[in-house]
């Protein structure tokens, strides 16, 4: 089982719907999660934290987590065309401290 | 603030060849990570260091690898001979504190051994 594991997508958005991204992950003792966009070429760039159980807003983005489940959630309201890209999640490892990266999903907004 | 910064951003070399690549980290930063990304694998961390100290170097493939952070605003990594497989993109990237925050990333290095 993959420490960090995400849908690799494509998914595919039209332009003003929400797009709801899936990330689940197997320690139990993460205490720490992160939402990266990478644009097609780019370097990752934070987006979201969240660090404990529930939903956290900024802007058009919410992140959810849900400890007991193990899952991470973001959710893109009103998807613009520039919102696609790859989004990995990441998990701050409880065991090693060390950022754990999913291998991303894809997303796709049509216009 | 100029971010983290990585070059070379492109490099072609033939097998068996060395390869450096090198990262400033940003100013202030006390973490550094080197990471590698590759379409099968994903983004994979390689070695961490704290305070230019090696923490956790378990992720570094091969003995052809290998990492040095002789000052807090500079690191190399270096494989020795390279080959093909170990074509991917290379991040840098560093933190302020470990537990606190994600990561800031450089732009990346684009090797290409043939």
């Known amino acids: 089982q993959k420490e960090v594991e995400q849908n690799s997508g494509p998914l595919s958005v039209p332009e003003g719907a929400i797009a709801s991204l899936n990330c689940t992950y197997s320690?139990?003792?993460?205490?720490?999660f992160f939402w990266y966009r990478q644009y097609s070429g780019k370097s990752p760039e934070l987006i979201m934290s969240?660090?404990?159980?529930g939903d956290k807003e900024d802007g058009r983005f919410t992140a959810q987590l849900n400890k007991a489940s193990q899952y991470v959630s973001l959710l893109i309201r009103d998807s613009q065309p520039s919102d696609s890209a790859t989004y990995l999640c990441?998990?701050?490892?409880?065991?090693?401290?060390?950022?754990?990266f999913g291998t991303g999903t894809l997303l796709a907004v049509q216009p | 603030d100029a971010g983290v910064i990585q070059s070379p951003r492109h490099e072609v070399t033939e097998m068996g060849q060395e390869v450096t690549l090198r990262c400033k980290p940003i100013?202030?930063?006390?973490?550094l990570f080197w990471y590698r990304q590759t379409m099968m694998r994903g983004l994979e961390l390689l070695i961490y260091f704290n305070n230019n100290v090696p923490i956790d170097d378990s992720g570094m493939p091969e003995d052809r690898f290998s990492a040095k952070m002789p000052n807090a605003s500079f690191s190399t990594l270096k494989i020795q001979p390279s080959e093909p497989r170990d074509s991917a993109v290379y991040f840098c990237?560093?933190?302020?504190?470990?537990?606190?925050?994600?990561?800031?990333f450089g732009s990346g290095t684009r090797l290409t051994v043939v």
């Open positions: 969240i660090y404990s159980n």
């Open positions: 990441a998990v701050r490892s409880g065991a090693t401290n060390k950022l754990i």
């Open positions: 320690d139990r003792g993460s205490q720490s």
């Open positions: 100013s202030g930063h006390d973490y």
């Open positions: 990237a560093s933190s302020l504190a470990q537990g606190a925050g994600g990561y800031t």
